[in-house]
């Protein structure tokens, strides 16, 4: 079965760094892209970027370029979201999830929990 | 960047109806359209990919449908459990999603 276990909620000053980590189990772990998705209270999902632990090549979403960072650990089958600069604006649920492959098009079929992240000062 | 529109972002039915929630692109995603579903408090839920394959295990009285700009999920028979909120996706050009339609 496969599953995605996420790490625990976190409270953020304004202007500091979090890591939230994303242990994945129950497939080939350099199968797939681990995506990372956002969301704000009562907003809709807003896509982050993606690694593929295969090659270790990451794309981010423009919005997050220069302050996100993507990788991974093999050994763990686990992959990490690094989000730097943390304003009140990043207070959401992070979800990461994985991609499945149909023909050249990709959906998410597995998701982590989600973690709370709360920026406060 | 491609942007989504829902229509209704709100949507009220009762048990046994027929509901249909609509997603508009700002440019054409051709077929590479997805629809999740998601409870309160929970991770969302992939339901309908591709604009019509349905996901495994999930009922047949959902259904999707469209191309290009315009895209559609319906619920034929609506049931308890299907009183969520439903998010479209493209994956055409990076990947983003709508601000999602609540059935209640």
């Known amino acids: 079965q496969v599953h995605l276990v996420q790490s625990g909620a976190e409270v953020k000053k304004p202007g500091a760094s979090v890591k939230i980590s994303c242990e994945t189990s129950g497939y080939t772990f350099t199968g797939h892209h681990i995506h990372w998705v956002r969301q704000a209270p009562g907003q809709g999902p807003e896509w982050m970027g993606w690694?593929?632990?295969?090659?270790?090549?990451?794309s981010y979403a423009e919005t997050f370029q220069g302050r996100v960072t993507m990788t991974w650990d093999t050994s763990k089958s686990t992959t990490y979201m690094a989000l730097n600069s943390l304003t009140s604006d990043d207070s959401a649920v992070y979800y990461c999830a994985r991609q499945n492959y149909f023909e050249t098009s990709g959906y998410f079929d597995f998701w982590g929990q989600g973690t709370l992240v709360t920026v406060s000062s | 960047d491609i942007h989504l529109t829902q229509s209704p972002s709100s949507l009220s039915a009762s048990v046994g109806d027929s509901v249909t929630i609509s997603c508009r692109t700002s440019?054409?995603?051709?077929?590479?359209l997805n629809w999740y579903q998601q409870r309160p408090g929970k991770a969302p839920k992939i339901v309908i990919y591709d604009t019509s394959k349905l996901q495994s295990g999930v009922p047949s009285r959902f259904s999707g449908g469209g191309s290009g700009t315009d895209h559609t999920l319906t619920i034929r028979g609506v049931q308890p459990e299907d009183f969520a909120t439903y998010f479209c996706?493209?994956?055409?050009?990076?990947?983003?999603f709508g601000q999602g339609t609540r059935l209640e």
């Open positions: 690694i593929n632990p295969s090659i270790g090549v990451t």
């Open positions: 996706q493209q994956v055409y050009s990076s990947w983003s």
């Open positions: 440019e054409n995603v051709y077929r590479y």
